[in-house]
């Protein structure tokens, strides 16, 4: 996978509770834990011999590994061995730690040359969000993550793929798009005939959004998990009081309706990798997939 200098949300914060939880990111097995002051990633691999610090626990401050107790800090220093009292602690018995940091519900990991987070550029945002109630739902495709993004930034696809759910009312064919390109992204404006006009977002490196009409948002982060698997993160947002479990139990349905409707498409398609597809034959509807190449391009 190239490596883009970027933040890339990783995970959701709602995930992340007392307890370090692993995840593959990036082909990557990683640890997140909680300390008292933010969130903290390392590999998920203990550097004494080979264990999951997930299996062990936060202690003082620190994670503990489940195997012989040693002690990593939020930087990643070990701090305490407890099987070896008499043994001086030396400087690289370490881990690395990631930059991380959590805003608007993600854990956002940095992928480039390590700084302080506080030294970064902001995390991307969608408009339009902000104070808006949510619900969330996951799930994990078979497939690339440059290929599910293009999937759900191509309108082309929907008489197709969902030719009875989403992509009914478009059996005569897609509808045009009208596209606008900005650092950092784009939009795609349905030019629909009649009623309120669709408007999807992409915003560079992994999150999409839908504008689906006045008082619903559904977005969504695709998350590279390795080259072949992705997980998927969905929101539902809503102008209205929804309780949260029917905002969840929605999002929840509409992964398993549309989303179970693309991905069997999605993880047949060769190369797995988009960065490694420029021999595709591109036609004019396909301009989102154009301009999400372009910033893929543009970014590496
Ligand atoms: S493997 Fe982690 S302390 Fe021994
Ligand atoms: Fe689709």
Not at 64 to 72: Q, R, T, W, Y
Not at 183 to 200: A, D, E, N, S, Y
Request: glycine share 8%.
């Amino acid at each position: 996978m190239a490596e883009k200098a970027h933040w890339f949300p990783v995970l959701a914060s709602s995930e992340l509770g007392k307890k370090p939880l692993a995840k593959t990111r990036f082909g990557e097995r990683l640890v997140f834990w909680r300390s008292k002051e933010s969130v903290v990633c390392m590999p998920n691999r203990c550097p004494h011999r080979g264990a999951a610090l997930s299996l062990g626990r936060v202690v003082n401050n620190n994670i503990a590994c489940p195997f012989h107790g040693l002690e990593f800090a939020p930087g990643g220093k070990c701090v305490h061995m407890p099987v070896e009292q008499s043994q001086r602690i030396t400087d690289d018995f370490g881990l690395r730690s990631y930059t991380v940091c959590e805003v608007d519900g993600y854990v956002w990991l940095w992928r480039g040359d390590e700084s302080p987070a506080a030294e970064l550029p902001p995390v991307p945002k969608h408009s339009g969000l902000i104070g808006l109630r949510y619900g969330e739902s996951t799930s994990v495709w078979p497939a690339h993550y440059t290929r599910c993004i293009e999937n759900v930034c191509d309108f082309s696809h929907l008489p197709f793929v969902h030719s009875k759910t989403i992509g009914r009312a478009m059996r005569d064919g897609p509808t045009p798009v009208e596209l606008e390109e900005f650092t950092g992204g784009f939009r795609g404006h349905l030019m629909k005939q009649k009623g309120p006009k669709p408007v999807l977002e992409f915003l560079y490196p992994n999150m999409w959004m839908l504008h689906a009409s006045h008082n619903i948002y559904m977005t969504a982060v695709f998350v590279p998990v390795d080259d072949h698997s992705t997980e998927v993160y969905g929101r539902s947002y809503y102008r209205l009081p929804i309780p949260k479990i029917l905002a969840d139990g929605y999002t929840r349905l509409s992964q398993l309706i549309v989303f179970a409707e693309d991905w069997p498409v999605v993880a047949s398609q060769e190369p797995w990798d988009v960065n490694d597809a420029s021999d595709e034959r591109l036609l004019p509807s396909d301009a989102p997939v154009i301009a999400y190449r372009k910033l893929l391009r543009n970014y590496q």
